[in-house]
């Protein structure tokens, strides 16, 4: 089974469905496996599983969270202050 969801778009650059300000380049977007297969980086799928915050997506948050980098924590932090603010995920993104 494949799943694809086409989000709004300009070009080459993907717009947020939530919010529109947010607006990225797709080369920012979508990373590579070694292999080449392509995939949405984690950042982006966690501002996704954001909005409705279910176990399984809180439990992938958990998951995922000791794996990002400082700086992919900032940039989620960013995005889930402006899509969604107030949302529990950025305390621990602070921390």
């Known amino acids: 089974m494949f799943d694809v969801f086409r989000e709004p ?4 650059t993907w717009i947020c469905r939530r ?3 947010l607006r990225l380049p797709y ?3 979508i990373a590579r ?3 080449g297969v392509p995939y949405l980086v984690p950042e982006l799928v966690l501002l ?3 909005k409705a915050a279910r ?6 948050f958990d998951g995922v969270l000791p794996l990002l980098s400082r700086a992919r924590r900032d940039v989620l932090s960013g995005w889930l202050e402006l899509v ?4 529990p995920w ?4 602070a921390g």
């Open 9 to 12: 778009h300009e070009g080459g």
């Open 19 to 21: 919010d529109d300000r």
């Open 27 to 29: 080369d920012a977007i």
């Open 33 to 35: 496996a070694a292999d």
């Open 48 to 50: 996704f599983k954001a």
């Open 55 to 60: 176990p399984k997506d809180q439990a992938d």
């Open 84 to 87: 969604h603010p107030g949302h």
């Open 90 to 93: 950025l305390a621990e993104l």
